[in-house]
């Protein structure tokens, strides 16, 4: 699963119409999945600095921040998007050793397909910490990921 950082680059990047251009190398990724009442979360991370500006932009980030931002897509049985009033989605987020935070997950839709996300500012070399509570009709998932984020 290390190619779906890369994966969620180039996404991002075709969201901004390809003309940015995609790092060699992310310094901050990890991947982790989970199911929930028949619809799938996949979660990504992917460092500030590595956002290009038009994504940055459009998501209100500011790329040249420190942190981590987390991408949680949620799809149904089929690869359909969700109504993201179908889903009850809570977080945190940590910069290790520190204790969690609450995790503002911000919904965001494209094209009929709802992602949510969420940044967690960290001074690299950071290990950056995320756990997740899914509901979705009367069943409920947690998922967790922890990104290390290194120095450029």
């Known amino acids: 699963m290390r190619l779906l950082p890369l994966l969620l680059v180039f996404a991002l990047a075709a969201c901004s119409g390809g003309n940015a251009p995609v790092p060699a190398k992310p310094h ?7 199911t929930v009442g028949g619809a799938t979360l996949q979660t990504s ?6 956002l290009n500006a038009a994504v940055a932009t459009r998501y209100g980030i500011d790329p040249t921040a420190d942190g ?11 690869g359909n998007g969700i109504d993201p009033g179908d889903l009850q989605l809570t977080g945190t987020g ?3 050793p520190d204790p969690p935070k609450p995790l503002e997950l911000r919904v ?9 996300l969420g940044v967690v500012q960290a001074r690299a070399p950071a290990t950056v910490a995320f ?11 947690d998922i967790a990921t922890t990104a290390e984020l290194q120095p450029r």
């Open 68 to 78: 981590v931002m987390l991408l949680v897509t949620v799809r149904d049985a089929a």
């Open 28 to 34: 901050a990724s990890a991947t982790a999945s989970t």
């Open 94 to 96: 940590s910069v290790l």
């Open 108 to 116: 965001v839709q494209t094209d009929g397909m709802t992602d949510y």
């Open 131 to 141: 756990k997740l509570t899914a509901v979705r009709g009367g069943s409920r998932a």
């Open 45 to 50: 991370t992917v460092a500030l600095a590595d």
